[in-house]
Nanobody, 117 residues
Framework: QVLLVESGGGAVQVGASLRLSCIAS????????MAWFRQAPGKEREFVAS????????YVKDFAKGRFAISRDDTKNIVFLQMNNLKPEDTAVYYC??????????WGQGTRVTVSA
């Protein structure tokens, strides 16, 4: 079983940066594809970015390209989401997720990000 714990969220102003962290325990993340999702108030959860286990290939949704970057350090069992130039529409709870198969099977509890103008 993989336990994921996110941190790094907070309340910031437009244009600020935050780095979210996702620390895993229970198993090594090195075999897992990792991702960040978010859920804004009143909206469905949406995919933000992912990073592959074998070659660290990353994929970032269009709304985050040029502003967000996902990275991982398997030696420390941690995944990051660097978020720059934050906008009010980035306000959401951000979740870390892990998968080996086709579905994300392990989720963290989320960390809240609030961006105000």
């Amino acid at each position: 079983q993989v336990l994921l714990v996110e941190s790094g969220g907070g309340a910031v102003q437009v244009g600020a940066s935050l780095r979210l962290s996702c620390i895993a325990s229970g198993r090594s993340l090195r075999w897992y594809n990792m991702a960040w999702f978010r859920q804004a108030p009143g909206k469905e959860r949406e995919f933000v970015a992912s990073i592959r286990w074998n070659d660290a290939f990353t994929y970032v949704k269009d709304f985050a390209k040029g502003r967000f970057a996902i990275s991982r350090d398997d030696t420390k069992n941690i995944v990051f989401l660097q978020m720059n130039n934050l906008k009010p529409e980035d306000t959401a709870v951000y979740y870390c997720a892990a998968r080996i198969g086709s579905e994300y099977e392990h989720w963290g509890q989320g960390t809240r990000v609030t961006v105000s103008a």
